[in-house]
């Protein structure tokens, strides 16, 4: 069966030159040596744990992945492409010999080593669906790219297709959805993964970040309050939230709830904060008594839309990276 491969001609498109004259298709990582020499793909990633024991583990396991994808399942007469930022088209070609190791075919710093022949008419990225433009820029040396072949070919066979003769629905607002969606389960587990104090600390800096003045019960017994929140300084203005947090797999109760609502200042307004989520009678209590209830997925994306107004000792807790999709 024929596979579809992406490749990246370097780090800047500056083998793509190279790669068309010698006919070839090369990646790096050079001190590895020869993959072939390997009998399986851990004893490579001990060598990468050697050789590259300064970078992350994630990244060195993702080298190893690449390098013995590269080496051992790219075929004769697969097809490969690769991308010319310069003119904004892929170039795509067929694989007329299998990987071997050498250092003097191409350029030196990238040994492992595809016969290609190209072809002489090029795809420009435009005439692509947007599906297939945003799957195709994925970050990784090496991939597979089976599921746009056919769309590919077509586009070699008559270049002048628009995408909508492709079959393009314009998924842009499903894909933002997804990014956004995976962006949030992550955090999720992020803040799963502190401790009871990081917790009530980070849900103080979310009530920071909402302009409230915040006092934070120390580590003991607090009576059903870990935080309380005041508008002025003294604590006078209302309104007045006390805050219980919870931290934990299970669930909270509806005496938990009432217990916040028990607890001094009885007047005050009641925010209760379970990443383990409610019970249905904890949330008929909540409902009946007017307490506010956040589980982990709602305290998550009140974190995602506060957390640039945090203090930064709490933003340290949960360091997070802003990234921009089109609107």
Not at 119 to 139: C, F, P
Not at 240 to 265: D, M, T, Y
Not at 296 to 319: A, G, H, T
């Amino acid at each position: 069966m024929k596979h579809w491969w992406m490749i990246r001609a370097g780090d800047d498109n500056e083998l793509i030159p190279v790669w068309k004259d010698k006919g070839i298709a090369s990646i790096g990582w050079p001190q590895l040596g020869d993959p072939k020499l390997y009998h399986s793909k851990e004893e490579m990633s001990h060598k990468a744990d050697s050789v590259y024991n300064e970078e992350k583990p994630k990244s060195r396991n993702s080298w190893v992945n690449q390098v013995w994808r590269f080496s051992r399942d790219i075929r004769k007469g697969d097809r490969v492409i690769t991308y010319s930022k310069e003119k904004r088209e892929y170039i795509i070609g067929t694989v007329i010999e299998p990987h071997f190791y050498d250092f003097s075919v191409g350029h030196p710093d990238y040994p492992n080593t595809i016969e290609v022949k190209w072809e002489e008419i090029s795809v420009e990225r435009d005439m692509l669906t947007q599906a297939a433009k945003n799957s195709l820029g994925s970050v990784l040396t090496v991939f597979r790219v089976d599921q746009w072949g056919d769309e590919i070919e077509r586009l070699l066979e008559n270049p002048f297709l628009k995408p909508t003769d492709l079959g393009d629905n314009d998924g842009e607002d499903e894909i933002i959805e997804d990014l956004v969606s995976k962006a949030l389960v992550m955090i999720e587990d992020k803040v799963d993964n502190l401790d009871p104090w990081q917790m009530q600390e980070l849900v103080g800096g979310l009530l920071q970040s909402m302009e409230y003045n915040v006092r934070i019960s120390p580590k003991g017994p607090d009576g059903g309050v870990d935080i309380l929140a005041y508008k002025d300084a003294f604590g006078f203005e209302k309104p007045i939230i006390k805050v219980q947090v919870k931290h934990r797999k299970s669930s909270a109760s509806a005496p938990e709830i009432q217990q916040l609502l028990g607890a001094n200042p009885i007047d005050a307004n009641s925010l209760f904060v379970s990443t383990g989520g409610f019970t249905s009678h904890a949330e008929a209590v909540a409902k009946h008594n007017s307490v506010r209830l956040v589980d982990l997925q709602e305290l998550v994306r009140f974190i995602v839309q506060w957390y640039e107004k945090m203090p930064n000792d709490k933003r340290s807790l949960l360091p997070l990276q802003k990234m921009y999709v089109p609107e």
